[in-house]
């Protein structure tokens, strides 16, 4: 499938830019007319490690509509702005919605109150989009779809909930939920996985760093100094590699970028993609704590959901859109189709053996109770499922670091310090 990148006008009269896949222009076109849109002009997207398409142009007459009468307001105008919109930014937005739609304020009226209390500029310029969409009488959720970047698709199906059955501060405050799950997940991979990670691949570069420069710049020092001191083996051996990789890092970096861009456009591939997916819930360090934060983060989008009064299969629909992982989506998708065909949902998760069986139990339990309830014990046995993970995974990891600091570390002194002291004392301690 090519990925095309497809000018369009939306319902409301916006015109916008989208990137799709599809096998070709005409499949893009049929796409678009089903999501109600009308295209205007569609490109191939450039792809540098393919075959390059010539970039032609598709541009289609605009449709009629019934409310081509109806004044069209450009009320989603493109914001280029470099701040973002955090997630206790959208928190606070939200607590302060909810607050002021329990003290009786229109929805103008709320928005026009937290908007001149803002600082943030994106999230200004966006809630002003909200409010001329409800002064044209329309849901504000219309608006939001056309801000993903601060309004996740959980969110916006959330308050679109809210405004269709007329009970829109339940649906703030299960906005408020989904935003906590968010940020305590976000800060959890911030806090306990990007840091060691990043402390690994630190120390990897410096190893490889010193064995690089600092071992032939030593010989050189011996060399120039005119020692007759022999450098240890190890030393003469580091600094015999180091030179070959020298003399060769042409050939060496056409080796890596080529075997760089075969796996990136393997891993673009549907099956690689699913293959490098399930690696992640399966490699021994992260693996189970990766599969329980994003299974985590689907559960408590379920469990709010559900609380909204949405159909089963509705609900597994919208909460998939929280989880990026491919293979965890296969599941999922697996689960909807049981539900179509009235086999258990739960079925899927427990032939991948990557859920804790307690989970699955207190799941299978839920379709023959209160699904609602039920979600709730998942959710909070999860949440203790993680921290086990958590204490366990600070267990591992010290004593990786420590293997690889200490391995470091006495490189580094064979190579480099006994060398130093032999030139120091005239190899008094090592001859």
């Keep these: ?32 007319k089903d999501n109600e849109m009308t295209p205007i002009e569609i490109n191939k997207k450039f792809d540098p490690f393919g075959i390059i398409a010539s970039k032609s142009k598709v541009t289609a007459s605009i449709h009629s509509r019934k409310n081509d009468n109806k004044p069209k307001v450009d ?6 702005l470099q701040n ?7 928190k606070k937005f939200t607590q302060e919605f909810c607050m002021l739609k329990e003290s009786k304020f229109s929805n103008r009226d709320a928005l026009t109150t937290i908007i001149s209390s803002l600082e943030n500029e994106k999230l200004k310029t966006v809630l002003e989009a909200l409010v ?35 009970n829109l501060e339940e649906s703030l405050h299960n906005a408020v939920t989904y935003i906590d799950g968010e940020i305590l997940i976000t800060n959890k991979i911030q ?8 402390m690994f691949i630190a120390i ?23 020692n007759v001191i022999k450098l240890p083996f190890i030393t003469v051996a580091l600094s015999k590699l ?123 339990k839920g379709n023959k109770t209160t699904m609602s309830e039920m979600l709730t014990k998942a959710v909070e046995y999860m949440n203790f499922e993680i921290e086990i993970q958590d204490n366990k995974l600070f267990k591992v990891l010290p004593g990786i670091s420590y293997t690889i600091v200490g391995i470091t570390i006495l490189l580094f002194t064979i190579t480099i310090i006994i060398p130093c002291i032999q030139i120091y004392l005239g190899g008094f301690l090592f001859i």
């Design 1 to 32: 499938m090519a990925t095309f990148v497809c000018k369009v006008m939306t319902p409301q009269g916006q015109t916008v830019s989208v990137t799709i896949k599809e096998k070709d222009k005409i499949a893009c076109i049929k796409r678009l």
């Design 75 to 80: 009320f989603n105008k493109e914001v280029k």
């Design 84 to 90: 973002k919109v955090s997630l206790e930014e959208l």
């Design 132 to 166: 001329k969409n409800v002064e044209q009488e329309m849901f504000m959720y219309k608006a939001m779809q056309d801000y993903p970047s601060v309004f996740p698709s959980v969110y916006i199906n959330l308050i679109k909930t809210g405004e269709v059955t007329g």
């Design 191 to 198: 806090k306990d996985i990007l840091p060691n990670m990043l």
């Design 204 to 226: 990897l570069v410096m190893l490889f760093v010193a064995m690089i420069i600092g071992v032939p710049v030593l010989q050189n020092i011996f060399i120039a100094s005119g």
């Design 242 to 364: 180091a030179n070959a990789i020298l003399d060769i890092w042409y050939v060496l970096a056409i080796i890596i970028i080529t075997a760089g861009i075969f796996l990136w456009r393997y891993l673009k591939t549907e099956k690689g993609r699913l293959k490098f997916d399930y690696l992640k819930y399966k490699n021994y360090i992260f693996g189970d704590i990766t599969y329980s934060l994003d299974f985590s983060r689907f559960l408590r989008c379920l469990q709010i959901n559900l609380r909204s009064k949405l159909r089963l299969e509705d609900a597994l629909e919208i909460s998939k859109n929280v989880v990026k992982n491919t293979y965890l989506l296969s599941t999922i998708e697996k689960a909807i189709s049981n539900v179509y065909i009235g086999k258990s949902w739960v079925e899927p998760f427990e032939e991948d053996k990557l859920l804790n069986p307690i989970i699955i139990e207190i799941l299978k």
